[in-house]
């Protein structure tokens, strides 16, 4: 299954990319193929950045959206397009500390 990351990144130190590696880490270890925007070089418009994640989520099996995920509107968008694309949804569980 390819899952799509989405998730805070504007306005966050390194864009939040250790958050993504992260995640994507633990995509491919239950086996799944993790589709992960935090490889994209920096420098692009958010116009442009926006354009290339939609693209990913369009071929992704499913979204993982960790917490926090609503204080971004990129990722709101996302969330949105995959439930109207029926694109499967998995939020992050809150771990106990």
Known sequence: MKTYIAGPMTGLP???RAAFFAAAAEITASGDIPLNTAFLPDGLSDAD?????LTMLQCADAIYLPDGWRGSAGARAEYALAEKLGIEV????LKPE
């Open 90 to 93: 998995l939020f992050q569980e």
């Open 14 to 16: 390194d864009y939040n």
């Open 49 to 53: 950045y926006m354009a290339i994640s």
